[in-house]
T-cell receptor, first 112, second 108 residues
């Protein structure tokens, strides 16, 4: 069974630029999550989707971050404009039940 | 108070010993609890989950949940150098909250 796919794996941008991340969950997993993990910290939930609907986006900085999950499969997370403090690893995870989660390899973002 | 708290460590144990990792959480209504292992530069991988009070064993790993005291622990028996990693506790409190992780080093 293929795992969660994410791309790109690394991204370096200047502050105020925009960036987008892509995630393809495990086949059949209805729940998809985006997390931000800053070095030395645990993952912080940004948004949770159930199929193509948003379950929770209370910690998503909506002035600059947006996410969508069209057709209930792939998802994209966008940051526009990026700030220095957005430098982090962005993790996508999926779950068959909304319980145990399986993480992708992550995208390491550096904002200069 | 943070939703999920862990001792950041580092915790060092000799090879073959038992490693004990602890996690406390703030919401008595929490229903599901997870332990993840994260190697440096890698993404978290699920070790085990527990929903009911008591112990749950899976190989060398045992998760212990005490809802009255609001803590969940992970015991690693016969620790191996390959167990050296950061261990993340996650709790579903209306949404998923992760602790900051405990760094474990198993000394050969």
């Amino acid at each position: 069974e293929a795992g969660v796919a994410q791309s790109p794996r690394y991204k370096i941008i200047e502050k105020r630029q925009s960036v987008a991340f892509w995630c393809n969950p495990i086949s059949g997993h209805a729940t998809l999550y985006w997390y931000q993990q800053i070095l030395g910290q645990g993952p912080k939930l940004l948004i949770q989707f159930q199929n193509n609907g948003v379950v929770d986006d209370s910690q998503l900085p909506k002035d600059r971050f947006s996410a969508e999950r069209l057709k209930g499969v792939d998802s994209t997370l966008k940051i526009q404009p990026a700030k220095l403090e957005d430098s982090a690893v962005y993790l996508c995870a999926s779950s068959p039940t909304g319980g145990e989660q399986f993480f992708g390899p992550g995208t390491r973002l550096t904002v200069l | 108070q943070k939703e999920v708290e862990q001792n950041s460590g580092p915790l060092s144990v000799p090879e073959g010993a038992i490693a004990s990792l602890n996690c406390t959480y703030s919401d008595r209504g929490s229903q599901s609890f997870f332990w993840y292992r994260q190697y440096s530069g890698k993404s978290p991988e699920l070790i085990m989950f527990i929903y009911s009070n008591g112990d749950k064993e899976d190989g060398r790993f045992t998760a212990q949940l005490n809802k009255a005291s609001q803590y969940v622990s992970l015991l690693i028996r016969d620790s191996q150098p390959s167990d050296s990693a950061t261990y993340l506790c996650a709790v579903n409190i209306n949404q998923f909250y992760f602790g900051t992780g405990t760094s474990l080093t198993v000394i050969p």
